[in-house]
């Protein structure tokens, strides 16, 4: 018969991998258990030895004629007698203990007790020969010295446990010394001086193991991009090289494989998420190309998992900055290893928001954006920007605007601005407002069997089902989402950012975050629920009345409180007239230098609250307006002034009767207020725009053509008429373009030309002809010595 082989298959990675929780948890309770018995059973046969060896000592034999004889009162006798002979060891004599230890030790003694009196079984023959081979071991003197004995595991059989004694080997003091000589030759072949490197060899070492690492690296990796499923297994060893443990090359190494497995994993991995395996579906017989697979994304997302633990402990090791025991990287380095990890982190954030572990990865990002490092903070801030202006869906940003909410609540507002500013990148511009969206894009509703039986041929059913077959496959490609699906998604999300921003305005007030939650709430105004309007209005006017703010900071709040009004707020009945007043009162406080950012705020305002809404604004107002922001345009940096002169002309063409401010008659009564605040009492109609004339000689051409084109009217058509690229722009789209943020001018000076001279004009060619003559005869002159008196020309001057 053929020898039956063993069909017991090989465990699958899978199963290796992940092992029952229970099956864990039995093991261990089975190994406590079998430790405690031992113990005990071991505890148990300690204490029969004792009992064994205390009786030994304490008992003295008895009479061996005669056992089956009762001696009753003989045996009371003997019973006191013992009591009285079982003394303490302390009151016994020296020899007589040395020699009960001696027969304690011996096993024969121990084994079978002389001191029973008890009449032997006629059947058990073992026992009758005992008192004959207790005679026959020989007698040995003490007078030999004594051997030390080494107490081993006894051992039971029928008869009852018998301890089991080795003695210890004696070394003799000659052999000791031979091999204490032998030693000291080995030790002395051994500690060779080993030659120290110099520098340069020691980096030329280093380098050579670098190299080497670096080849082993790039192999790993070469071959798991050639066959991720195949050599999923040297993902785990490319990982394991994160311990190097090298000191010369340790930190570099590590540092190649954390960018390594990252570029990795942004490879290999899949555009969907990974889920766990049913327990049905782990029972289910598949192909091998399925179980492959499936190994294949076990693997990867257990290899994804151990690497962002890796990248977690780095950050660690470096906020705690406690040496390990390994002591293989310094504390200087540990900046340098998190500096790449929460790089890889951030690059992980960004390109696989689809994938497992997302959510871990915002945990960990999150209070990076709020670190004391500035460099790690705006990598961080700078990772969360791109994720939100790239992510379509929604669900990503949800997740990190969660988590930052949450971040900035428990630190009581004290986190840096950026974080807050990352929410200006939200890609949020509807959101959900009425609850019939699902009437705007129903689901495509397929025919029923029945209904195609009653209108349809039979051929045209056949070619229906497959028409059907084909689109409902298009769909499941294609995978998008529901325009309902996102409109709630981006809802939630907002609902998320007006819950900070309100907390910080109704508790930290002033908190260095308020500039950017009201940056944040003018580009979102016009979002917010109309039931919030009333007291936003009132919180904004507040925080402007307060006087606290920065003209920025005030800027914001105004942009903020038309976006309201201008958006679903045109139902209020409220007066927007302080906000006028507020906006044109902070015109002279701009910053005219480069850091001039706060126009492109002013311009959107001017935009907002007076071209909108042309209706609600009335000619004084609109008159005022245009003459200080001429008189604001004199001071400003050229692109601030195209800007300012591009929205004069909107004014202009919006208000056709502020063409009276070109001309030098007053109309009206009263004089023209400059310094006054109130632009609808100041009396700009009796005024002149008269620095256009001042920027018609300006040294940028085209604030020059801009200043030109206002004195004539501002026309569409003519000689004066503007170029469609200036024409066509709207105001901040011409201060970005003219910007000077880049160090250069546009458009770009000209070069002058240096025309070479063709003679080269020396001495007294530079001089007029008749100064040359006058020096010439001078020089010509003898000169004659005579005594000089001073005396006669004071004489003459005092006369």
Not at 448 to 464: A, G, H, N, P, Y
Not at 586 to 597: I, R, S, V, Y
Not at 699 to 720: D, K, M, R
């Amino acid at each position: 018969m053929k020898a039956r082989r063993n069909k017991k298959q090989v465990p699958s990675f899978r199963k290796l991998l992940k092992t029952s929780k229970v099956k864990l948890e039995n093991k261990l309770k089975n190994k406590q258990f079998k430790q405690q018995s031992t113990l005990k059973k071991y505890r148990k046969e300690q204490r029969k030895l004792r009992q064994a060896v205390k009786d030994a000592v304490s008992k003295k034999p008895m009479p061996l004629e005669d056992p089956k004889r009762k001696r009753p009162g003989k045996r009371i006798e003997r019973e006191e007698e013992e009591e009285e002979e079982a003394l303490p060891l302390d009151m016994m004599d020296a020899d007589d203990l040395q020699l009960m230890r001696d027969l304690g030790q011996r096993a024969s003694f121990l084994t079978r007790d002389l001191s029973s009196s008890e009449p032997v079984h006629a059947k058990k023959r073992k026992h009758e020969r005992v008192i004959d081979k207790y005679e026959k071991i020989p007698r040995t003197l003490q007078t030999a010295p004594e051997k030390e004995l080494i107490h081993l595991l006894p051992i039971k059989d029928k008869s009852g446990i018998i301890p089991q004694t080795r003695e210890k080997p004696v070394i003799d003091s000659k052999q000791d010394e031979e091999d204490e000589e032998e030693l000291e030759l080995e030790e002395e072949i051994v500690e060779d001086p080993i030659r120290e490197l110099t520098l340069e060899e020691h980096l030329i070492e280093r380098r050579k193991k670098l190299q080497e690492k670096k080849m082993h690296i790039a192999a790993l990796a070469s071959a798991i991009l050639s066959d991720p499923e195949s050599n999923i297994k040297k993902l785990k060893e490319l990982r394991s090289m994160l311990m190097e443990q090298d000191p010369d090359v340790a930190v570099t190494v590590r540092k190649l494989v954390v960018i390594s497995l990252l570029e990795l994993f942004k490879d290999i991995t899949p555009s969907y998420k990974i889920r766990p395996l049913t327990e049905a579906e782990k029972s289910t017989k598949i192909r091998k190309e399925t179980q492959k697979l499936r190994e294949f994304e076990e693997g990867l997302v257990s290899q994804y998992k151990f690497y962002l633990e890796n990248l977690e402990q780095m950050v660690k090791d470096w906020k705690q900055r406690k040496l390990k025991k390994s002591n293989v990287v310094s504390l200087k380095a540990y900046k340098g290893l998190a500096e790449v990890a929460v790089r890889s982190l951030c690059e992980l954030l960004v390109a696989l928001p689809h994938f497992n572990f997302h959510n871990n990865i915002i945990v960990l990002i999150v209070p990076l954006m709020n670190d004391v490092s500035k460099s790690i903070s705006e990598m961080c801030c700078e990772a969360v920007k791109k994720l939100f202006k790239q992510d379509k869906l929604g669900q990503a940003s949800l997740g990190v605007i969660k988590v930052i909410s949450g971040f900035v609540k428990g630190r009581n507002y004290e986190v840096r601005p950026e974080m807050l500013k990352t929410f200006l990148c939200l890609r949020i511009k509807e959101i959900e407002v009425k609850k019939d969206t699902e009437d705007i894009n129903k689901p495509k509703k397929f025919m029923t069997f029945k209904e195609k039986r009653k209108t349809l041929s039979r051929m045209q059913r056949k070619w229906k089902k497959a028409e059907e077959k084909l689109e409902r496959e298009l769909l499941e490609a294609e995978a998008s989402e529901s325009t309902e699906k996102k409109l709630k998604v981006h809802t939630e999300t907002l609902n998320i950012v007006f819950v900070t921003y309100f907390r910080i305005l109704k508790k930290a007030q002033r908190s260095p975050l308020l500039p950017a939650v009201l940056e944040g709430l003018a580009k979102f105004a016009h979002l917010i629920n109309v039931e919030f309007f009333d007291d936003l209005l009132v919180v904004l006017h507040t925080l402007i009345e307060s006087g606290d703010l920065s003209y920025r900071e005030s800027l914001h709040c105004v942009q903020t409180a038309f976006h309201i009004l201008s958006g679903q707020g045109d139902v209020l009945n409220i007066d927007p007239m302080k906000f006028y007043t507020h906006l044109y009162k902070t015109l002279f406080k701009l910053h005219a230098g480069a850091t001039n950012e706060g126009v492109e705020i002013l311009l959107q305002c001017l935009d907002v609250m007076l071209t909108k809404r042309r209706k609600q604004v009335s000619q004084q107002r609109a008159l005022a307006f245009i003459k200080r922001l001429c008189t604001l345009a004199l001071h400003v940096l050229p692109n601030s002034s195209i800007g300012i002169l591009a929205t004069n002309r909107i004014l202009m063409h919006t208000f056709p009767k502020t063409d009276l401010l070109l001309d030098n008659e007053s109309q009206g009564s009263g004089v023209f207020l400059p310094e006054l605040d109130e632009p609808e009492y100041c009396n700009a109609q009796n005024t002149a725009l008269w620095e256009l004339h001042a920027l018609r000689r300006h040294y940028h051409p085209t604030v020059q053509s801009f200043a030109a084109h206002l004195i004539a009217g501002a026309p569409s058509e003519g000689s004066q008429a503007l170029k469609q690229e200036l024409s066509r722009r709207s105001a901040a789209e011409l201060f970005q373009t003219y910007s000077m943020g880049a160090m250069t001018f546009n458009p770009p000076v000209q070069s002058s030309s240096s025309k070479k001279k063709s003679e080269v004009l020396q001495g007294d060619l530079f001089l007029n002809e008749d100064l040359n003559q006058l020096i010439k005869r001078h020089c010509g002159e003898v000169a004659t010595h005579s005594p000089l008196d001073f005396a006669k020309y004071l004489k003459t001057s005092l006369r």
